[in-house]
């Protein structure tokens, strides 16, 4: 019989304290700040990419605001009104789909529900996830209400695109700026997720997770689920990238090296191997890209272990890589448009800037000519 109960680990693993959140410290810190000085806004616009934790703060917030004991930002595990929050079941925190309840007439029934007291809690708090998704007569209609809400009532707001939002709205909330977590932050949570789960995995593969999910805690659990699924009790970087299409750290640094000397034909070997192993050009492209920015700290830092490129060089080597990555995920030919992407960043890095030219000279000139 199948496992009915089953819960993915995005859902098992999602923070039930604010403790638990990962690399959105100084978002726990005001929102702490807010509560402890009871200075609690009507209304707040989470802002970032998706998977870095916006709609589970709102319900961290929502369950730090109605606990029994509260208002506090740490609830203990045992507060029935935190868990039903948590859980969903709360009728006093409701969730709202921004995306699927956008019309005008969903939101005139939110604004008249408002006036209502909460059944339960001591906060009705609405929670609109893709707010962004809500049309220009919604955004409308809820402008009164949000720069004047009954005082029982918070409003929080979750978006990945908040160009979308109306400057009306924003300028009503304070906002928040979620941000991309850090791939060591990701690692070090994978890592304490395979301890927990009796998983096997190689810190190669663990750090191969975390650059795909490209700042995204929930997409890093998400693809981890997907490798135990595949591989078991093991995992290996072999595994991850056969699975996912990628090239290795040892390739992708071949790659660049071969960038900076110039070197077509060991390019053009090296692309047609990707092609023939289904190699994903548009995630090599990223990874090349992220290959020369160390690089490039590197050479700024003055260590002597880098390959033997200037600073400016690679500068214009990241340019080119950058202008060609929709090139590479857009056009109709991905393999055709890397190279060309490649073949482009080699001539960027092989022109001099005016200001290198004449560095060169002087330093050719003696002393007492000068």
């Not at 403790?19 to 989470?46: C, P, W």
């Not at 893709?130 to 955004?139: I, R, T």
């Not at 004047?148 to 990945?160: I, L, N, Y």
């Not at 690679?314 to 393999?335: F, H, Q, T, Y």
Request: hydrophobic residues 40%; negative net charge.
């Amino acid at each position: 019989m199948p496992n009915k109960s089953y819960q993915v680990i995005a859902r098992r693993w999602r923070p039930k304290q604010f403790s638990e959140l990962v690399g959105q410290d100084h978002v726990v810190q005001t929102l702490g700040n807010a509560i402890k000085m009871d200075r609690i806004a009507h209304a707040y616009l989470f802002v970032g990419p998706r998977g870095t934790g916006k709609t589970t703060s709102a319900r961290l917030f929502a369950k730090s605001l109605n606990w029994e004991d509260g208002p506090s930002l740490e609830v203990p595990d045992t507060s029935d009104i935190g868990n039903a929050i948590m859980d969903g079941r709360c009728l006093d925190v409701i969730e709202i789909d921004g995306a699927s309840n956008n019309s005008v007439d969903q939101v005139r029934e939110l604004r008249d529900e408002c006036q209502y007291a909460p059944a339960q809690c001591r906060f009705k708090i609405y929670v609109i996830d893709e707010v962004h998704m809500l049309s220009q007569q919604a955004f409308n209609a809820l402008l009164k209400t949000l720069e004047e809400p009954p005082p029982h009532v918070k409003f929080v707001f979750a978006t990945t695109e908040s160009h979308k939002v109306l400057p009306t709205i924003v300028s009503r909330c304070q906002r928040f700026e979620f941000r991309s977590i850090p791939v060591p932050l990701i690692v070090s949570k994978l890592e304490e997720i395979c301890t927990a789960e009796g998983i096997n995995a190689e810190k190669e593969a663990i750090e191969a997770v975390a650059r795909m999910a490209m700042g995204g805690m929930r997409d890093a659990q998400s693809i981890l689920d997907q490798m135990i699924s595949f591989c078991g009790k093991s995992i290996t970087q072999k595994d991850v990238l056969e699975v996912y299409g990628l090239a290795s750290n040892d390739r992708i640094s071949n790659l660049a090296e071969f960038v900076i000397n110039a070197d077509y034909d060991a390019i053009i070997n090296l692309t047609d191997s990707f092609s023939v192993e289904g190699i994903d050009f548009y995630r090599a492209l990223l990874d090349l890209s992220d290959n020369f920015r160390e690089l490039l700290l590197k050479i700024l830092r003055n260590d002597e272990s880098v390959l033997n490129c200037a600073p400016e060089q690679c500068v214009r080597i990241l340019d080119a890589l950058r202008n060609g990555e929709d090139l590479v995920r857009m056009g109709l030919s991905e393999k055709t448009n890397f190279e060309v992407t490649l073949f482009r960043a080699v001539e960027a890095g092989r022109t001099r800037s005016i200001d290198q030219v004449i560095r060169k000279i002087s330093g050719m000139i003696p002393e007492e000519v000068k």
